[in-house]
């Protein structure tokens, strides 16, 4: 089921589909080093393997965790007077060390290779500012249910199998947006029969995936409901919705991470010990499993449904980088820059000093008048006004 062009590609039209820039881009011969970043199984090897071959360039497949300095030269040195420039593309390219990257950046500014990374984190934010200004980056997305029903009924056309009406719902459903995941499934399962069964599927893989519920077009509602209802402080509902994503499938890893990161968006500062709860949640499920992780699952919902809510930390952070998205680059004043002999200690103050930290006044944060925050508030007052 390898793709061979861009039209093949599923669940990511705003990046191959006719029209789409980065599809332009390949086929006018004018793409630029580029990184991919999104979930597993979405695509990403698939489309650097495309452009490759649609350039017409050699390919060189590399993972930074195991790329070595030397291998890079190598393919440097023998390209050096070609006509033909090559593909180096390498995974996981959050993991690159920075010499690493600085090996590549001769080479990038040059244009004697086209460099694209992937990665199913950002990887703008281990990469130096050098080489992400040489670059462009395009996110992938898991890939949806409609998707992924029309990949599955390709293979079990292309391999001549029959599957029944469940089988394809837990196939899809359980293997959360990542169409390699499904394929291996199938394909093991396909190993003990020709006519896929959901009690062979099961046999393999007993739960779903980190994104995958059992009942498919319903994960994302659940979890959805779940986090609403959380949000909206009923405890009843919250656990109820957690019940169903158990019974469903999800595994405690998915869960668990999600309620970390509602424990900073919508509790934040108003409840700080809510994020701490959490945390240790996502480590005693990652480390016990099921049955035991639904109870400090239950417990997590059911004190966060307690928890006073604020989501000023997420307006916050949302605002400051809407500011420099617009383009506002404010530069750091010369008194907290390093090792600058104009900074005030506030500790030699008696904990506070006025001074300049940004070079214009900038309204980011506001805090709420609830719980905790409603204390660091009077803090943040009381600590400027008595100094």
Known sequence: MQVNNFDDIIGQDHLASSGAPLRVLCEKGALGHSFFFGPAGCGKTSIARIIAKTLDMPFYEFNATSIKIEQLR?????????????????????????????????????????????????????????????????????????ALASLLNKALTSKKLSCDDDAKEYLIASSGGDARAMLNLLEFTSNLDKHITIKNLKSLRPNALSAGSSEAGV???????????????????????????????????????????????????????????????????????????????????????????????????????QMINDGMMLSIPKNIQQKNKDYLYPHDFGGYIEQTYLEKKLDIVSLKNIGFEAKMNDWLKKIKNTN
């Open 219 to 321: 994960h994302y509602d659940l979890i959805s409901a779940m986090i609403k209802s959380i949000r909206g402080s009923d405890a009843d509902a919250g656990v109820y919705y957690l019940a169903r994503l158990i019974d469903g499938g999800e595994s405690a890893d998915f869960i668990a991470r999600r309620l970390v990161i509602l424990a900073s968006e919508d509790i934040g500062n108003a409840n700080p010990q809510a994020l701490t709860l959490c945390t240790s949640v996502l480590t005693t499920v990652s480390k016990i499993g099921f049955p035991e992780a639904r109870i400090p699952l239950a417990q997590a919902v059911i004190y966060l449904c307690a928890s006073p809510k604020s989501n000023s930390a997420y307006l916050a952070i949302n605002k400051a980088q």
């Open 74 to 146: 190598k393919i440097f040195d023998q390209y050096k007077n070609a006509l033909q420039k090559p593909l180096i593309f390498i995974d996981e390219v959050h993991r690159l060390a920075k010499n690493q990257q600085e090996v590549l950046l001769p080479v990038m500014e040059n244009n004697n290779i086209l460099v694209i990374g992937a990665s199913t984190e950002n990887p703008f934010f281990s990469l130096t500012s050098a080489i992400r200004s040489r670059s462009m980056l395009f996110e992938l997305f898991a890939i949806d249910n409609e």
